[in-house]
């Protein structure tokens, strides 16, 4: 609980004239975090998988292709 702590507290709290300034990117950490726990329960599961089904060759890890979009060769309306 306490990591989320910088998402709602604030940074400076001044008295005079009130000032409170925020963290500027309070969601660092919880993105690493979110990032480290899928890793970790990631790797438990495959780990508890190759456990119960020995034979099963387990995947390795995916490779991305982008895409690239092509545009409209001709306007569909006007047909230029």
């Given amino acids: 609980m306490l990591n989320s ?9 001044k008295d005079s004239k ?9 969601y660092k950490d919880v993105r690493a975090g979110v990032e480290s726990f899928y890793l970790l329960m990631r ?7 190759g456990v119960l089904f020995p034979s099963v060759t387990l995947p390795t890890a995916a490779t991305l292709a982008p895409l690239i979009a092509v545009g409209i060769a001709a306007d569909p309306v006007t047909g230029v």
């Fill in 5 to 13: 702590l910088s998402m709602f507290a604030p940074k400076t709290v």
């Fill in 18 to 26: 009130t000032e409170l300034e925020r963290i500027v990117d309070p």
């Fill in 43 to 49: 790797a438990r599961v495959l780990r508890a998988f």
